[in-house]
């Protein structure tokens, strides 16, 4: 089984940065793309940001130039750095690893269990 484990959030304050990290274990020779989303009570889990196999990044529009995904040095680790903070980025953050099928490897997707990001005005 694929494990995806978050890490990084904390409490800050506006305007304040947090790095939050998102490694994932077995099979990561094969190609797959990486995540994150973030929740509120109550709401649905929204899309933040991904980087693609092939580098590809995406942002949510309200994250764009504040936040940052990338690979962080191993294969297998990977980073949202998140600046320029505001209230309204308080979530739980997920990582999730969405991985195609090929002769070698299956098709899935894997969630982590989420850390906690809260701003404070």
């Known amino acids: 089984q694929v494990t995806v484990v978050e890490s990084g959030g904390g409490s800050v304050s506006a305007g304040g940065s947090l790095r939050l990290s998102c490694v994932t274990d077995?099979?990561?020779?094969?190609?797959?793309?990486i995540h994150w989303y973030r929740q509120v009570p109550g709401a649905e889990r929204k899309f933040v940001a991904s980087?693609?196999?092939?580098?590809?990044?995406t942002y949510e529009d309200t994250v764009k130039g504040r936040f940052a995904i990338g690979r962080d040095g191993t294969r297998n680790s990977f980073y949202l750095q998140m600046n320029s903070l505001q209230p309204d980025d308080t979530a739980m953050y997920y990582c999730r690893r969405n991985q195609g099928d090929s002769p070698i490897c299956i098709e899935g997707t894997w969630w982590g269990r989420g850390t906690q990001v809260t701003v404070s005005s």
């Open positions: 980087i693609a196999n092939d580098g590809r990044i």
């Open positions: 077995r099979w990561t020779y094969c190609k797959y793309d």
